[in-house]
Each structure stands twice: as structure tokens, then as C-alpha cells.
């Protein structure tokens, strides 16, 4: 197989900062030798996160065996997942927030027809349900674990908690259509046709508002192995904390 140098639209800083967390597990764990230095790791692991590269690729381009790339990069998610904000730690910081933006959205998967829990109806493609948290500018401030493509986004919503737990927080919380009925402090546009004029300009007004919330999926789907994930979908959800981590130190 051929090789060349690439590069990755990504910081320094973020690859100091993963260096730092697989040194740190390896010395915690004893480890006396391995085929990749803990830099070295760290920037296999982030080129699979950031350009979608697969394992036989990044396995040529490092010089060491698709086992060795899958083992390095599982290690790397993992240690990275393991740092992930939990719900009630995104709602402390956003407590701070003058409100946030509920919305979610689907990240493609390789499924076949069969599997008829991963369908989503509404994108027409396979997929997992992912509902992302942003402040009031669109900065992501948590991504919730995933669930299959079928799953309604309120009804993921409600099995993560995040309803009960921005209600407990009085936090106002903008989202869109699909979180009608939500309850609590959650504020949805009006729905129908035949709307007064007021409350066109109320929908006017949310939909603005609400719109900031689509920065932090494209922040995500600039992951590029998010916009075609080839994974079990065990693993989905460790990816997923795993840059959220990185993108939080990035930041």
C-alpha cells in the first residue's frame, strides 16, 4: 500500500493534551514498550476521529498491523470517553448560562434494511439518535449517549433525563417541533397552519434563537467519522464522549 504525509485541521494543543491522558494510563497501567510512542498514539487515534481514516489505512501509515491501529485507537476512545462531562456536570456549568438549546440529530451508520430499530423514518436512512446541549451562542456543551434511529427526539429527551434535569435546574431550554408536550421549562414554536400573527412572530423569534443550536452539529460533523460511522453500535456512544472531550480541550 502506498503512504504520504497528510495533515489534520486540528491544534497542537489537543494533541498535547491526548499525549498527556494515554501517557498517563500508561504509566498507571505499567506498560514498558510499545510499537508507538504516547504522541505517536495520540495523533493515530486522533487522524481515525478527525478524517475518518479506517484501521488498514492508518495501519500502513504508521507501520504497525490493523490489530495494533484497532487496539491503539479502542485505548485512546476509551481513556477519552472515561473524561466525558456527565448530564448533571453539563447542567452546573450551564446554570451559569442565561438558557440553552435542546436539539438532536442523526449520525449515519452502515446498516442494512433489516434493521429495523436503527431506520429512521424521518431522515430516511439508518442511523443513532444523538441530543446535543449548546449554550446561547451554539457552543456544544454536552452530547447525550446514543440510541437507535428510531427513537423520537423527545422521547430520547426523556429516557436521558434531560427534561427532569432542566427543569430541576430552572433552566429555559429552546428547542424545535419535536419536543412538543416536553413539559417543564422547555419552550417549543407553535404548530399548525392557520397561526395568528403574533405567534408567527413568536415562531419568528424562536426559530432565530434556536438556529445557534445547529453550530454545534456542524462542530460535530466536522469529525468526519461521525457522518459515516462503520463501528459497532456498542461503541458509538464512547466516540461520541471521546470528541466531546477533545473538542472541549481544544476550545
Not at 504509566?27 to 476521529?49: N, Y
Not at 487496539?71 to 456549568?93: C, H, K, Q, S, W
Amino acid at each position: 500500500m502506498l503512504v504520504y504525509p497528510s495533515s489534520i485541521d486540528l491544534s497542537s494543543r489537543t494533541l498535547r493534551y491526548l499525549t498527556g491522558r494515554l501517557a498517563a494510563r500508561r504509566g498507571k497501567i505499567g506498560t514498558r514498550w510499545r510499537r508507538l510512542t504516547a504522541g505517536r498514539q495520540a495523533l493515530l487515534a486522533l487522524a481515525h476521529l478527525r478524517c475518518g481514516d479506517t484501521y488498514a489505512q492508518l495501519a500502513a501509515g504508521f507501520g504497525i498491523g490493523i490489530a495494533t491501529a484497532y487496539r491503539y485507537i479502542r485505548e485512546a476512545v476509551d481513556v477519552l470517553a472515561a473524561l466525558a462531562p456527565t448530564l448533571a456536570e453539563a447542567m452546573r456549568i450551564a446554570r451559569t448560562k442565561a438558557f440553552v438549546i435542546l436539539d438532536g440529530t442523526l449520525l449515519p451508520i452502515d446498516r442494512i434494511a433489516a434493521d429495523t430499530p436503527y431506520y429512521s423514518g424521518k431522515h430516511k436512512r439508518h442511523g443513532m439518535n444523538i441530543q446535543v446541549l449548546t449554550d446561547p451562542f451554539g457552543r456544544l456543551l454536552w452530547a447525550s449517549p446514543a440510541l437507535p434511529g428510531s427513537t423520537h427526539d423527545l422521547t430520547a429527551a426523556r429516557t436521558h433525563g434531560i427534561v427532569e434535569a432542566l427543569t430541576d435546574a430552572g433552566l429555559k431550554c429552546w428547542a424545535d417541533k419535536a419536543y412538543q408536550g416536553a413539559g417543564g421549562s422547555i419552550r417549543v414554536p407553535f404548530r399548525g397552519r392557520r397561526l395568528k400573527r403574533w405567534q408567527r412572530r413568536h415562531n419568528s423569534t424562536h426559530a432565530k434563537i434556536r438556529c445557534l443550536g445547529e453550530q454545534a452539529m456542524a462542530t460535530l460533523k466536522r469529525w468526519r467519522l461521525l457522518r459515516k460511522l462503520r463501528c459497532s453500535t456498542n461503541r458509538i456512544t464512547a466516540i461520541i464522549q471521546a470528541v466531546l472531550v477533545l473538542h472541549h480541550a481544544s476550545a
